[in-house]
């Protein structure tokens, strides 16, 4: 497999999503998303209809660490090990501006 660091995904106003990708045809293998260790806003995964207020399309609402211990995360895998998670349906949310993700990817 082949990984692709995307780095720190950043939200620049909480309430806008940030979708993993603008390529609707890029799939994935297994996708890792991370908490960043000292930041302090609760970071969500979701779909594209996520709303942080009701919950609605979040998969996964990403704890804080600001004392920097460790990390609160999710990794998604494709059962058949292929590329087969559209990474673009994927949307990131936080708490606090500027604030973000630590996103990456694997590709079979």
Excluded: F, H
């Amino acid at each position: 497999m082949n990984v692709t660091a995307m780095g720190r995904v950043n939200v620049a106003t909480p309430g806008t999503l940030v979708p993993l990708s603008a390529d609707p045809t890029l799939r994935v293998a297994r996708l890792a998303i991370q908490s960043i260790p000292a930041l302090t806003g609760k970071g969500y995964i979701g779909c594209s209809d996520m709303v942080r207020a009701s919950l609605v399309g979040v998969i996964r609402i990403l704890w804080p660490n600001a004392s920097g211990g460790i990390a609160d995360s999710l990794v998604l895998e494709s059962q058949s090990g292929t590329n087969n998670i559209p990474l673009s349906e994927y949307y990131i949310d936080m708490d606090v501006a500027g604030e973000g993700l630590l996103v990456s990817y694997w590709t079979a």
